[in-house]
């Protein structure tokens, strides 16, 4: 070997223990497939979701454990197809370190495979059927499950006085598993429940409500998508239920932050058990719930800006912990275990099952001087996926 040839080879040498040290990497950003429903029928999901995680990096910065975060946003429309067919086309050809997003329990379902096989974290914001987490041990969720905050509610009804409770859910995973996890608890204690489900794309509440209105219990538990609680209680006034003296109550997802303004007063007086609202009483969510409101004029952030933002701070965390490293093993180690404070409250990833641990609040919906607000009365704290935790 020459002398020249010598100092090249020491040059390169130091060049690559650079990179090893991280200043190269440093130069490379860290890419996030972020993939949603930002049109169609569930676009409300999407856009709070990606007006959240634009107001993580503007608050947090985009700089974490020395590597750039850059978020590549793509939209599925609601169609699981896509969604896949998405998530391949960034794993192959943006080389994303993370996917992110999903929308609805059907795609994040249709990502597993992808997560498994790239050995990419797939970070669920907002989906939550209990069984996603277990379709692949790359998948990570920072939202929440059904069973996690409607058993809560079983407790709160029967220890209210309620006995009897129609269930009418959106007859897919979540919806199932509201209905299931509700129903079993609330019988257990004594109670009787007759249910129903609704169809997931065009529902026409007003059959279903008929037979409700007939039958007369003393409650009516429902889960809907976000969403598609306006829909809902729109129908819920033209069947006269208002009138008749039969107590809403539910997970959170009908009375959703984003469109309780537009439901009007009408939701008045119900009880939900959920993880998040816009009026939780913590310094923490008053600055975030400004924040988002100074940054998106007229919105209000609801659970599933609570799940994009907290998805956010998981990969940056992880990162953090793992001084750059974006290798999906070192990644989805990383977050097994991690906690922070969140918006919603003290928050922690389950290291055995990759799921949020996190307070479930009841909830009485009401005015707050001209607004409607889900305003928090009591709290469960520290709630494990329940389906799970009895395994
Ligand atoms: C899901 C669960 C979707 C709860 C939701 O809104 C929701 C889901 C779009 O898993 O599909 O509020």
């Given at each position: 070997m020459t002398h020249r040839r010598m100092v090249l080879t020491g040059i390169l040498g130091v060049a690559l223990a650079a990179s090893a040290d991280g200043a190269a990497l440093a130069q490379e950003a860290v890419k996030i497939g972020l993939v949603l429903p930002?049109?169609?029928?569930?676009a409300s999901t999407g856009r709070q979701i990606d007006a959240a995680v634009k107001l993580f990096l503007a608050r947090e910065g985009a700089v974490h454990g020395g590597r750039k975060l850059e978020v590549i946003l793509k939209d599925d429309a609601g169609n699981a197809d896509a969604t896949r067919r998405l998530a391949q086309e960034l794993v192959?050809?943006?080389?994303?370190s993370v996917l992110a997003g999903f929308g609805l329990t059907p795609l994040a379902m249709a990502t597993a495979q992808i997560a498994t096989q790239a050995k990419v974290p797939e970070v669920v914001m907002a989906a939550a059927t209990a069984s996603i987490t277990e379709a692949s041990p790359y998948i990570v969720r920072t939202s929440f499950t059904l069973p996690q905050a409607s058993e809560p509610m079983a407790d709160w009804a029967w220890a209210n006085g309620i006995k009897k409770v129609f269930t009418v859910v959106t007859d897919y995973g979540p919806g199932i598993d509201a209905e299931t996890s509700f129903a079993g608890k609330f019988k257990a204690a004594g109670g009787s429940v007759e249910s129903v489900r609704v169809p997931l794309?065009?529902?026409?509440?007003a059959p279903f409500l008929q037979r409700v209105s007939e039958a007369k219990p003393d409650a009516l538990f429902v889960f809907v998508p976000s969403g598609v609680g306006a829909q809902f209680m729109k129908q819920f006034v033209e069947r006269g239920l208002d009138k008749a003296g039969i107590k809403l109550i539910g997970p959170g997802d009908v009375v959703d932050d984003d469109i309780l303004e537009g439901i009007g007063?009408?939701?008045?007086g119900a009880i939900t058990t959920h993880h998040y609202s816009a009026a939780h009483d913590s310094p923490a969510n008053k600055a975030f719930v400004a924040d988002f409101q100074k940054a998106n004029p007229g919105m209000r952030p609801n659970f599933m800006a609570v799940g994009g933002y907290d998805g956010m701070r998981l990969v940056a965390e992880a990162l953090k912990a793992t001084k750059g490293d974006a290798s999906g093993e070192k990644l989805i180690a990383a977050m097994k275990g991690a906690s922070w404070e969140s918006p919603r409250g003290p928050v922690r990833i389950d290291?055995?099952?990759?799921d949020i641990i996190q307070n479930v609040y009841v909830r009485k919906t009401q005015k707050v001087g001209s607004e409607l607000h889900n305003v928090e009365f009591a709290t469960i704290p520290n709630v494990k996926d329940p389906v799970k935790a009895r395994k």
């Amino acid at each position: 070997m020459t002398h020249r040839r010598m100092v090249l080879t020491g040059i390169l040498g130091v060049a690559l223990a650079a990179s090893a040290d991280g200043a190269a990497l440093a130069q490379e950003a860290v890419k996030i497939g972020l993939v949603l429903p930002m049109t169609g029928p569930f676009a409300s999901t999407g856009r709070q979701i990606d007006a959240a995680v634009k107001l993580f990096l503007a608050r947090e910065g985009a700089v974490h454990g020395g590597r750039k975060l850059e978020v590549i946003l793509k939209d599925d429309a609601g169609n699981a197809d896509a969604t896949r067919r998405l998530a391949q086309e960034l794993v192959v050809n943006d080389k994303v370190s993370v996917l992110a997003g999903f929308g609805l329990t059907p795609l994040a379902m249709a990502t597993a495979q992808i997560a498994t096989q790239a050995k990419v974290p797939e970070v669920v914001m907002a989906a939550a059927t209990a069984s996603i987490t277990e379709a692949s041990p790359y998948i990570v969720r920072t939202s929440f499950t059904l069973p996690q905050a409607s058993e809560p509610m079983a407790d709160w009804a029967w220890a209210n006085g309620i006995k009897k409770v129609f269930t009418v859910v959106t007859d897919y995973g979540p919806g199932i598993d509201a209905e299931t996890s509700f129903a079993g608890k609330f019988k257990a204690a004594g109670g009787s429940v007759e249910s129903v489900r609704v169809p997931l794309r065009n529902p026409d509440f007003a059959p279903f409500l008929q037979r409700v209105s007939e039958a007369k219990p003393d409650a009516l538990f429902v889960f809907v998508p976000s969403g598609v609680g306006a829909q809902f209680m729109k129908q819920f006034v033209e069947r006269g239920l208002d009138k008749a003296g039969i107590k809403l109550i539910g997970p959170g997802d009908v009375v959703d932050d984003d469109i309780l303004e537009g439901i009007g007063e009408v939701a008045l007086g119900a009880i939900t058990t959920h993880h998040y609202s816009a009026a939780h009483d913590s310094p923490a969510n008053k600055a975030f719930v400004a924040d988002f409101q100074k940054a998106n004029p007229g919105m209000r952030p609801n659970f599933m800006a609570v799940g994009g933002y907290d998805g956010m701070r998981l990969v940056a965390e992880a990162l953090k912990a793992t001084k750059g490293d974006a290798s999906g093993e070192k990644l989805i180690a990383a977050m097994k275990g991690a906690s922070w404070e969140s918006p919603r409250g003290p928050v922690r990833i389950d290291p055995e099952t990759r799921d949020i641990i996190q307070n479930v609040y009841v909830r009485k919906t009401q005015k707050v001087g001209s607004e409607l607000h889900n305003v928090e009365f009591a709290t469960i704290p520290n709630v494990k996926d329940p389906v799970k935790a009895r395994k």
